[in-house]
């Protein structure tokens, strides 16, 4: 398990400018608090801003997900 506590949504941003994915979850589980994910974009993939593989999991906690996309024939789930 790994978390990640931020100081606020409204005060800490993670982005990556729609250049790659945030966060790419493969086993275990990602605890992420009080931050906004934007502008994550994953290509033929899924999860722009978080990609969860079936062995992985995922907690979000007082944040934020916004102006996420997957694109490409596998894109889906735009943030998650």
């Not at 966060?23 to 994953?42: D, H, K, M, P, Y």
């Not at 079936?54 to 997957?70: E, K, P």
Request: glycine share 18%; hydrophobic share 40%.
């Amino acid at each position: 398990s790994f978390t990640i506590a931020g100081p606020g949504a409204e005060t800490l941003a993670i982005t990556s400018n729609n250049n790659s994915r945030l966060f790419n979850v493969t086993a275990g589980t990602l605890t992420i608090s009080g931050l906004t994910l934007e502008r994550g974009r994953a290509t033929n993939a899924g999860g722009g801003a978080v990609n969860v593989a079936v062995t992985g999991g995922l907690y979000l906690q007082r944040s934020i997900v916004a102006d996420c996309s997957a694109t490409g024939a596998n894109g889906r789930g735009g943030a998650i």
